[in-house]
Each structure stands twice: as C-alpha cells, then as structure tokens.
C-alpha cells in the first residue's frame, strides 16, 4: 500500500480484541486466541517499526480483565513468561526497546521479574519503543497522578498555581512519549474501555471488524492510510482557511 514516509504517525496505540472469538470461530479454546493474538503484537511490533513508527501502545490486560474465569487470566498473565523463556536472544537481540505500563503490585513477583529484565535488556535500543500495558486502567493512572501531585505539594515541591496540563502529563506513565496520533481497536467493539483517556485528547480513531489475530501488515497499513487522510487541526482551522 502507498504511505506518504512524511505522514507516519510517531504514536500509535492498539486496542487488542477479538482473540476469544477467533478462537471460537475454530472450536479453539479462548486461550489459543490469546496465544495467536500475543505472536500477532510481535509481528505488528515489527511491521510498525520497519515503517518508520516510532511508539507502538498496545493494551493487553486492563486493570478489569481480573475478572475473567481464573484459568484464562492465568494463561495470559503467565504468557510474557513462556514467550520470554523461548525468545529471550530475539529480544535482547532485537532494535525495539520494551516497556510495560500498569499496576506493578498485583502482577506474580515472576511476571514482574520477566517485565524488569526485558525493560533493562532493551532500555538502550534505539528502534520502536514498544509498550505492553499490563494490569493497565486510565482512572488507576490518572489516580496515582493525582495522588503524587497532592504529595509534592505538600512536602512543598510544587505551588498549587503550577498545576497544569503540562505537569499532569509528567505524573502519567506516558510522560517521555510523543502525542499519541492514531488509536486502533479491532474486532468491531467501538468503545474505548478505559485505556489512555488523559492521552486520546486529540488522537484519530480507527475501529475495524477485523478480530486481532486476523489483524495484520496489511490491516495496519489500511489503518495508518485513513490516518494519513485526516485533516488535524487541534481545534484550529486549516491552513488555507
Ligand atoms: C482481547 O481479546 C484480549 C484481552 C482483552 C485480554 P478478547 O479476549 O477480549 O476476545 P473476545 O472479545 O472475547 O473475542
Ligand atoms: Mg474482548
């Protein structure tokens, strides 16, 4: 597909969804969909990446998944394991840089282990940042910002009157990352289900039917080409206008 090199969004974000379904849709139990869907974040990762993106966002468990059946949280949560056990030199080998973005005190001390090997390992790679937001909920993030802004002012750190959207931001996870551009969802849900509220101000929307197993190189180009369409204005007006 044609892209215009000079258009790419820096940041995309990726609701992943549909995973249970593709796996219905074959008899397969909902964990191969997870399975399926988790090579299917690398492969995209890779694909963003050669096209010159620079922040991929991808939602991969919100801080409500935990009330799914235990055995399919289980499966999901220990999936960063089994896959970092088999591709451990592709990682550390790889360009990306890798990070995880959630709740860091519910997840197994196993998970959390795997998380801050591979953030250290890759910290220094200079290719797509990729983020897995795990045990990840907009109004936790926003809450825990609200709480460290609260205890700054109190030990006298900042005034009250330097409360702005500028700071808000720094208190968030995303605090070094570029705007975020384009939000994907697969799997046809058109909602946004408490992921990166404060961030989607003023990011393009892209919902298609596609399930995220079934969601690749070609179905990311399609998405970044009705991005490259939009007109952005930021609540200003056009150029010519
Ligand atoms: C997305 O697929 C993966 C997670 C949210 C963990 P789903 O598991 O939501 O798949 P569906 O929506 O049931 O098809
Ligand atoms: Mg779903």
Redesign the pocket.
């Known amino acids: 597909m044609e892209l215009d090199k000079n258009k790419m969004p820096k940041h995309i974000a990726i609701i992943?969804?549909?995973?249970?379904?593709?796996a219905?849709k074959r008899l397969l139990p909902?964990t191969m969909?997870?399975r399926k869907?988790a090579f299917n974040v690398r492969d995209i990762a890779r694909h963003a990446q050669e096209l010159g993106v620079q922040y991929l966002t991808v939602?991969?468990?919100?801080t409500e998944?935990w009330n799914r059946p235990k055995s399919e949280v289980e499966y999901?949560m220990t999936t960063p394991i089994r896959y970092f056990k088999r591709y451990k030199k592709d990682i550390l080998n790889s360009k990306m840089r890798i990070k995880f973005i959630g709740r860091r005190d519910r997840i197994s001390t196993e998970l959390l282990k795997v998380f801050e090997e591979i953030e250290n390992g890759t910290k220094d790679h200079k290719g797509l940042t990729l983020t897995l937001c795990v045990d990840y909920g907009s109004y936790d993030e926003i809450t825990t910002a609200v709480k460290e802004i609260v205890k700054e002012i109190k030990a006298g750190k900042i005034k009250e009157d330097e409360i702005d959207a500028k700071l808000i931001e720094n208190h968030l996870f995303t605090k070094d990352y570029p705007n975020l551009d384009l939000l994907i969802r697969t799997?046809g849900?058109i909602r946004i289900s408490n992921f990166l509220l404060w961030q989607l101000g003023y990011t393009e929307l892209y919902f298609t039917d596609v399930?995220?197993p079934d969601f690749d190189s070609e179905e990311l180009e399609k998405a970044i080409a009705s991005f490259q369409k939009r007109n952005r204005r930021f609540g200003g007006l056009n150029d010519n206008k």
Not at 16 to 22: E, F, I, K, V
Not at 59 to 62: A, G, T, V
């Open positions: 992943l969804d549909g995973n249970g379904r593709w219905k909902r969909g997870h869907g939602f991969c468990f919100s998944n999901i799997s849900e399930l995220w």
